[in-house]
């Protein structure tokens, strides 16, 4: 088993739309979580870090389940700026990062 | 600008030359990591360093590679004999101690012929 899966993609939705992308993990000792945005051929970019109570960032929400080893991520009012590769990332020792493979969203007009 | 920076930003090299990257870090950013990044794929963890401490090391690095941070600033990355599987993008990031958000640099684009 991968140590964190994340649903393949590609995810095509119209503007206004509201997405979800979903992510587990491996390691019940992370202590850390995060979602990155990439853009094409560009570096990652932290989005949010993820808190067991949940956290929201105007449009962006994410979600930690401990207990299920699980993460999400909601996108309320999709703009077409928010077309990326959205990378799930787990804390491993040490504080480096293992990350899921991403998971690709385009916003259509 | 202020944030982690890499050099070259792209390499092109042939089977079984050396080559070297460098990666600056945010000032005071005392945890330094290097990833691998291919096509349709995360990044994938390579090694990491607390201040000149080199810490842990990924299976993936193999004996080709090998990274350094002398004085605890900026790093390098070298692979020996380069093959065409060390293709790849070639990440630094840095953090301040802790579990703390990790700043990517822009990366460096390795092409092996």
């Known amino acids: 088993r991968k140590e964190v899966e994340q649903d393949p993609g590609p995810f095509n939705v119209p503007e206004g739309a509201t997405v979800a992308f979903n992510c587990t993990y491996s390691?019940?000792?992370?202590?850390?979580f995060f979602w990155y945005r990439q853009d094409c051929r560009k570096e990652p970019k932290l989005l949010m870090s993820v808190y067991s109570s949940g956290n929201e960032d105007g449009r962006f929400t994410a979600q930690l389940n401990r207990a299920s080893q699980y993460i999400s991520l909601l996108i309320r009012d999709s703009k077409l700026s928010d077309s990326a590769t959205y990378l799930c990332a787990v804390e491993r020792s040490g504080y480096a990062l293992n990350f899921g493979k991403g998971t690709s969203l385009l916003v259509t007009p | 600008d202020t944030g982690v920076s890499q050099d070259p930003r792209h390499k092109i090299t042939k089977r079984g030359q050396n080559v070297t990257f460098r990666c600056d870090p945010i000032s005071e950013h005392n945890r330094l990591y290097w990833y691998r990044q291919t096509l349709g794929q995360g990044p994938e963890f390579l090694t990491y360093?607390?201040?000149?401490?080199?810490?842990?090391k990924s299976r993936l690095l193999s004996d080709r590679f090998s990274a350094e941070r002398p004085k605890g600033s900026f790093s390098t990355l070298e692979i020996q004999r380069t093959e065409q599987g060390d293709s790849a993008m070639y990440l630094c990031?840095?953090?301040?101690?802790?579990?703390?958000?990790?700043?990517f640099g822009p990366g460096t684009r390795l092409t092996v012929l």
């Open positions: 990031a840095s953090s301040p101690a802790g579990p703390d958000t990790q700043y």
């Open positions: 390691n019940s000792a992370s202590q850390s």
């Open positions: 360093f607390q201040n000149e401490a080199q810490l842990e």
